[in-house]
Each structure stands twice: as C-alpha cells, then as structure tokens.
T-cell receptor, first 116, second 114 residues
C-alpha cells in the first residue's frame, strides 16, 4: 500500500516485558515521527527522525523508550520494562521533509499497546 | 507553552445540518494550524491546514476553517453533514520553526443522526 504501515496493530504484553513496534513510512519520505495517543486524548509527540538521525527526541517520556531508524526508512520504537501507564496507541507518521511549511504529515493507523 | 482547547467533547447533529467544531489555541505568535479526522481503521487524516495568507481555508470532504487571530480560534465548519462524517476530530497547532511537532487538542467526537 501507499500509506504508513505499522505492525503489530495490537499488542498485549505483561508488565516488565520488552516491546518493539515497527513503522514503515511512505516510500521517499525522509521525515518520520512517533506520537502516542492515550485513551480520550489527542496524540502527543514523541520523536522526529530526519533520515537516520533523531532530530528531536524531546517527547520521549523517559529512558525506557528508544527509537531507531538505521537505514533511513523503517523505524522501530522500543519500550523496555513496560508499565501499565504505557498502554496507548502508538502512531507513526511520515512526511516528505521535516520542517517545511508546505509539509503534510501522514499518519499510520497505529499500534495499540496494552500492558497487563 | 502552546496548547489547544476543543471545548466540546461530543457533538450530535442531524444529517444535512450544518456543523461547527470549536478550537482555541494558546501561542505567542501566529502558529501553523491543522484539523485532522480520525475514523476507526483509518488513522488520522489531514482535513486542512493554515500557514499564512487567506484566513478562510478550504479542505477536503467539503470542510473549511477560519483563522481568527483576535479570538485565537480556528473553528471547523461544514454546511451539510453526511453520515460518513461521524468520527473524532482533532485540532492541532505547531510552531513555525518546528512544524513537525504537532500539539493536539483532546478531540471532539461527532455523532450524526439519520
């Protein structure tokens, strides 16, 4: 498909376990973003990649959260020692460029993480 | 700090009726402004955006929004609602120097009566 693809769509994990969420952006998009959406809230920014590097990771809540994009395309969000408060929908998004005013950010359908 | 307020958690309108969803923002300068729609199984979709110029912005699906600087508002409108418009609507802002960092409101859920 032509859109942002995220896997898994749903993940249930036990408290304390490690989780990886994968994002495949739109082909050719150099900018990639992760957002987190808790129940009843709007999405909150986590991290922005321009190419392979994290240009802004100011939204990551703590050091249990880490994201990589080693080849400038697919990205993985990694959560260590999961807590029940990490339960949320994790949204990935991409855009052709990062900070251009004409930029449109396209979102994936998200990965719903439940920590029990 | 920037913030976005969507004062209506739920709105119910009849099919064919007009719609206005409210959005107020807090920011010291002129922000970039967006409206997104979120439907089950479809993710967030951009309806329209305002960067500069004409304060009345046209978007997809027949939606429009008007930027009113004096009121710090960016309300979304549609003259005639269709049943397929039932969804969650999010207003968002960003700074000009970090347009990727969207600050979202908490959303308004639109229900459409047949």
């Amino acid at each position: 498909g032509a859109g942002v693809s995220q896997t898994p769509s749903n993940k249930v994990t036990e408290k304390g376990k490690y989780v990886e969420l994968r994002c495949d952006p739109i082909s050719g998009h150099t900018a990639l973003y992760w957002y987190r959406q808790s129940l009843g809230q709007g999405p909150e920014f986590l991290i922005y990649f321009q190419g392979t590097g994290a240009a802004d990771d100011s939204g990551l809540p703590n050091d249990r959260f880490f994201a990589v994009r080693p080849e400038g395309s697919v990205s993985t969000l990694k959560i260590q020692r999961t807590e029940r408060g990490d339960s949320a929908v994790y949204l990935c998004a991409s855009s052709l460029r990062g900070t251009s005013s004409g930029n449109t950010i396209y979102f994936g359908e998200g990965s719903w993480l439940t920590v029990v | 700090a920037q913030s976005v307020t969507q004062p209506d958690i739920h709105i119910t309108v009849s099919e064919g009726a007009s719609l206005e969803l409210r959005c107020n923002y807090s920011y010291g300068a002129t922000p970039y402004l967006f409206w997104y729609v979120q439907s089950p199984g479809q993710g967030l979709q951009l309806l329209l955006k305002y960067f500069s110029g004409d304060t009345l912005v046209q978007g997809i699906k027949g939606f429009e929004a008007e930027f009113k600087r004096s009121q710090s508002s960016f309300n979304l409108r549609k003259p005639s609602v269709h049943w397929s418009d039932a969804a969650e609507y999010f207003c968002a802002v960003s700074r000009m120097d970090s347009s990727y960092k969207l600050i979202f409101g908490s959303g308004t859920r639109l229900l459409v009566r047949p």
